[in-house]
T-cell receptor
Framework: AQKVTQAQTEISVVEKEDVTLDCVYE???????LFWYKQPPSGELVFLIR??????QNEISGRYSWNFQKSTSSFNFTITASQVVDSAVYFC????????????FGTGTRLTVIP | KAGVTQTPRYLIKTRGQQVTLSCSPI?????VSWYQQTPGQGLQFLFE???????NKGNFPGRFSGRQFSNSRSEMNVSTLELGDSALYLC????????????FGPGTRLTVL
């Protein structure tokens, strides 16, 4: 069965600090997709990244970077030089084996960036 | 390009009533998925519709149902509401399967009294 674990429930950092959000997943499948979403106080889930299981290249997008390691079943997310606007709940998610749109979400990490 | 829209944004109902929530996907998207978000259970998948057919279903009782119209708009219905149905209901649209990203709407906040 698919499972996503985000062990960090809440993290607080001071503005401009770097922060890494951890995500560990479980799946028996060789083909799957991993996602990160951001949920600001408004409630809408904002898509950040999708990564398929065959692509282990790390990705950088501005201040955001993702480290995907199949060996440890982890897909960690780092925000560099954090800003107050980064304050939100961040969710890691794993797709069903068939690639269907049934996403299994972790419990989320609430990030608070203190000015 | 307009995003995913959900109506209404807020609803207050009493136990035993039924409710219908609406979701309009991004133009061109044919898949619509519904999720329930609660503090206790987190984000849980309800069901997915693609080309007017339910393609996938989560582990929810039959009181939760949905449908999709020919224009890809979707509705979900909850009958005989229970207190535990109070939640944020999120709709997501995508072109097709998870090879494409899912875009979420702002959600409908349902409160059952």
């Amino acid at each position: 069965a698919q499972k996503v674990t985000q062990a960090q429930t809440e993290i607080s950092v001071v503005e401009k600090e770097d922060v890494t959000l951890d995500c560990v997943y479980e799946t028996r499948d060789t083909t799957y997709y991993l996602f990160w979403y951001k949920q600001p106080p408004s409630g809408e889930l904002v898509f950040l990244i999708r990564r398929n299981s065959f692509d282990e290249q790390n990705e950088i997008s501005g201040r955001y970077s993702w480290n995907f390691q199949k060996s440890t079943s982890s897909f960690n997310f780092t925000i560099t030089a954090s800003q107050v606007v980064d304050s939100a709940v961040y969710f890691c998610a794993l797709s069903e084996p068939t690639g269907a749109n049934n996403l299994f979400f972790g419990t989320g990490t609430r990030l608070t960036v203190i000015p | 390009k307009a995003g995913v829209t959900q109506t209404p944004r807020y609803l207050i109902k009493t136990r035993g009533q039924q409710v219908t929530l609406s979701c309009s996907p991004i133009s061109g998207h044919r898949s619509v998925s519904w999720y329930q978000q609660t503090p206790g259970q987190g984000l849980q998948f309800l069901f997915e519709y693609f080309s007017e057919t339910q393609r996938n279903k989560g582990n929810f009782p039959g009181r939760f149902s949905g449908r999709q119209f020919s224009n890809s708009r979707s509705e979900m219905n909850v009958s005989t509401l229970e207190l535990g149905d109070s939640a944020l209901y999120l709709c997501a649209s995508s072109l097709d399967r998870a090879v494409y990203e899912q875009f979420f709407g702002p959600g409908t906040r349902l409160t059952v009294l």
